[in-house]
Each structure stands twice: as structure tokens, then as C-alpha cells.
């Protein structure tokens, strides 16, 4: 599971809100108000968002990069969790090139964190493992410490969903000692989970539980209730194969709770999927049909096929304008014939392996097998 690990506090944003409606700042100040409350309003994402997209238009009017690259990072963050991954996928990249105008190598690099993470949503691990490595090369030459714990441990996670528990074990490790360097809670509490994850697959009931006991208690503590919502899910699975359904299903059902609660679209269909499987097998078929339908419904949301060309045409504009920099850059009017022939060759490369990748995971997902969780940071 991919998550944001920076340390929000709702009680700084409630703080803050004061000073903003009296709207009698600076633009100045006013982008780094909105940076705040954009990116510590965790309550309502959709205010959140609309802090977010504020921030973007008083940075381009004060033509500051950096701040562009705030907004649209948490713009690209708020609505990844809102379900909308097209429209994150956008922000990103445009988080990621107002960065580069920066000069912002950090913020370069979590931005591509940010992309990989998207691509790992749609099943898509070829164009998720490329961004990562860009970010983890680009941040291990930066001072951000946390943005480069995240990236290797949510990379991590990427070789979790492939089966590659020992590069996983690897990630989540040096992840782990950052973090604890930095003392940096939440980050361990997504350690603790995550290596959960790995002792479950690998059959260890008793560690899974207690890892993912106490990252869950940790996020408790810390309100983080999107990452509880998919770690419960996870115990449900836990419990199912114990033959323990009383248990799998109160998992399951917290969960869908706080799912539903805070509108998080992705788990909403893991869990629905999960109690589906769960009541099949006490023989109500009537709740089992009624939560696969609200699974698919979900699932179909998040993941639609009819996104495959969007996304296809949001990296190939990306990587036609970065290469435009380039050709800007180098002034050469030859040269500029060039690097277009070669871009539109990769591009055409670049759509045809993201629809294939996007048809692998189409047939993969109609499967019915106990799925873990499809990720939403």
C-alpha cells in the first residue's frame, strides 16, 4: 500500500482558518497560509482540494514556481485519495515541471514518487518501478530524508504486490532506519505494517498480526484512518484463513466503516469485496451479491478502462514537454527535428506498453482470487 507518510495535524489547519477568512494578507503570505491548510486539512479533502487549487492560482500570479509546485503536488495528492487518477496523474506532472523550473531537486523527486504511485493504482508496475528509481536517485542527492524513506518504502511496496519479498524486506528496512533516525512516527508505523504484510504471505499468522496490530495503533493514535482502513482489511484475510470468520468479518466491516466515513473510494471496494467473499461463505448469498456489486461499482471508479488513452496522452505530454525544455534550451533548429522524431517514436511506444499494461490488469482484476489492497499518498 502506498501512503503520504508527511505528519499532517487537522488542529494547525482548524488554527489557520481564522487567518484566512479575514483575507486581510499579502499574497506573499497568503501561499504559504494555503500551503498549510492545504496539506494539513485531512477532515475534508474536498475543502483540502480546494485550498489546493487557490494556492495554484496566487502562485502563478506571483509567478513562484515553488509554491506552483505545492499546489499542485497536494492538489495531485487529495485527489489521488478522492479517487480521481486521471486528473492526479495531471497535477503531478505539473508538480513535477514547475519543481524542475525551481530548480527543486526534492521536489522533483517526490513528485515522480507521487507518479509511480499512481501508475502502482492502475496495476501498472513497469511505468511504477521507472518513476521510483528516478525518485529514489533524484532524492538520495537531496536533504529530504522523509521523501526518500517514502518513496523506498512505498517502492517497496511495489515488490510486495510483485512477490519480491526479498527486495521488499530491503526497502521497508532502510525505509525503517531513516525514519527512526528522524524519529519519525508515522513513517514507522507504515514500516510496522508493511513488514506485516510480508509475514503474513509468508504464512507467519502470529508476527503478521502483531506488526499490523501496532501500526494500526499507532495510526489510531495519529487519525490516519485511510492506511487502518486497508491494514483491517488485510487482518480480515488473516483471520478468513484461520477459519475465524466471526473475527474476519468484524474486520471487514470496520473497514467498510471508515472507508465510507471518510469517502476513500479505493478501500470502500477492497472491503465490499472482502465481505462479499466472507458472507459466500456463510451461504448469504443475498449480502455477498449486494457487496460484489458495490465492489465492482467502486472498483470501476477508481480503474476504468476508458482512462487507459487519458493516461497514455498525460505521460506522452509530459515527456514531449520535457524533451521541448531540452530543446529550448539547446537553441538548435536541426536538433530540434530530432529529439521530435525520437519523442514521437517513444510516444508511440510509451501508449502502446501503458494500454497493454492497463489490458493485463483489466483481465487480471476480473479474477475473483482474495486480492490485497490496490493502492491509493
Known amino acids: 500500500m502506498n501512503f503520504n507518510i508527511l505528519a499532517q495535524e487537522q488542529k494547525v489547519a482548524d488554527s489557520l482558518v481564522k487567518i484566512y477568512q479575514k483575507g486581510n494578507i499579502s ?7 494555503l500551503r498549510n491548510l492545504s496539506f494539513n486539512e485531512v477532515n475534508n479533502l474536498r475543502l483540502s482540494l480546494r485550498y489546493a487549487e487557490e494556492l495554484i492560482v496566487v502562485a502563478k500570479l506571483e509567478n513562484n514556481y515553488l509554491y506552483l509546485h505545492r499546489g499542485y503536488f497536494q492538489k495531485g495528492n487529495k ?58 536517485k533524484l532524492l538520495r542527492k537531496s536533504d529530504n530524508s522523509i521523501g526518500l524513506a517514502s518513496a523506498l518504502l512505498n517502492s517497496g511496496d511495489e515488490y510486495f504486490k510483485n512477490k519480491k519479498y526479498d ?35 509468508q504464512g507467519k499468522d502470529a508476527l503478521a498480526l502483531k506488526y499490523i496490530s501496532r501500526a494500526i495503533k499507532i495510526l489510531e493514535e ?16 488473516i483471520y478468513l484463513k484461520q477459519n475465524n470468520q466471526a473475527f474476519a468479518l468484524k474486520y471487514a466491516m470496520r473497514s467498510l466503516e471508515l472507508a465510507q466515513k471518510y469517502g476513500l473510494k479505493d478501500q470502500i471496494s477492497n472491503s465490499n469485496l472482502k465481505l462479499s467473499e466472507l458472507y459466500q461463505i456463510s451461504g448469504n448469498q443475498v449480502e ?15 480503474t476504468n478502462l476508458k482512462s487507459v488513452q487519458q493516461m497514455a496522452d498525460l505521460r506522452t505530454n509530459f515527456e514531449v514537454s520535457k524533451k521541448q525544455i531540452e530543446v529550448d534550451l539547446l537553441n538548435q533548429g536541426k536538433k ?26 483489466y483481465k487480471f482484476i476480473k479474477k475473483t482470487n482474495i486480492t490485497r489492497w490496490v493502492k491509493l499518498n
Open 222 to 237: 495519529l487519525k490516519d484512518y485511510y492506511a487502518i482502513s486497508d491494514y483491517l482489511t488485510y487482518m480480515s484475510a
Open 167 to 201: 527486495l521488499a524486506l530491503r526497502n521497508f528496512k532502510e525505509s525503517s532506519e531513516i525514519f527512526k533516525k528522524a524519529d519519525y512516527l508515522i513513517g514507522t508505523a507504515y514500516n510496522l505494517g508493511n513488514i506485516g504484510m510480508v509475514y503474513a504471505e
Open 288 to 302: 455477498s451479491f449486494k457487496h460484489f456489486k458495490n465492489h465492482i461499482l467502486y472498483r470501476d471508479s477508481v
Open 79 to 136: 485527489l489521488r485519495l478522492l479517487g480521481d487518477l486521471n486528473k492526479s496523474l495531471d497535477a503531478f506532472y505539473k508538480s513535477e515541471a514547475a519543481a524542475s523550473k525551481a530548480k527543486f531537486r526534492a521536489g522533483q523527486g517526490t513528485a515522480y514518487s507521487s507518479i509511480a504511485d499512481v501508475y502502482s493504482v492502475m496495476g501498472n508496475s513497469k511505468n511504477a518501478f521507472l518513476y521510483y528509481n528516478k525518485a529514489i
Open 27 to 33: 499574497n506573499a503570505e497568503k501561499l504559504e497560509l
Open 336 to 361: 530540434n527535428r530530432q529529439i521530435i522524431t525520437i519523442s514521437s517514436a517513444i510516444t508511440s511506444i510509451l501508449v502502446f506498453l501503458l494500454a497493454f499494461g492497463m489490458f493485463r490488469r
